[in-house]
Nanobody
Framework: QVQLVESGGGLVQPGGSLRLSCATSGNIFRVNSMAWYRQAPEKERESVATITSEGTTNYTDSVKGRFTISRDNAKNTVYLQMNSLKPEDTAVYYC?????????????WGQGTQVTVSS
């Protein structure tokens, strides 16, 4: 069974930084795109950043210039470096991966990690 496990969330003051990590486990043949989403209270889940297997990245406008997504293909791990954090970045952050396992293409989600930006 393939799983994604996020880590690195927590409480940080406005202007601070956090680095999220998402590690994969299970029998994985290939990971295609990986992404970070977030969901704030009473809001819909939104895409924050995506990265393809070739390293092409895409960001939602509100985080451009502040967040950086990266991945380690050898470890099938994706990261999200978040700088200049704002209270409006407060949300549960979810990792997502499009991958192949046992001949099947799967879309897998992590359990989420809470990020709270507050003074």
């Amino acid at each position: 069974q393939v799983q994604l496990v996020e880590s690195g969330g927590g409480l940080v003051q406005p202007g601070g930084s956090l680095r999220l990590s998402c590690a994969t486990s299970g029998n994985i043949f290939r990971v295609n795109s990986m992404a970070w989403y977030r969901q704030a209270p009473e809001k819909e889940r939104e895409s924050v950043a995506t990265i393809t297997s070739e390293g092409t990245t895409n960001y939602t406008d509100s985080v451009k210039g502040r967040f950086t997504i990266s991945r380690d293909n050898a470890k099938n791990t994706v990261y999200l470096q978040m700088n200049s954090l704002k209270p409006e970045d407060t949300a549960v952050y979810y990792c997502n991966a499009d991958l192949w396992s046992w001949g099947r293409r799967l879309n897998v989600w992590g359990q989420g990690t809470q990020v709270t930006v507050s003074s």
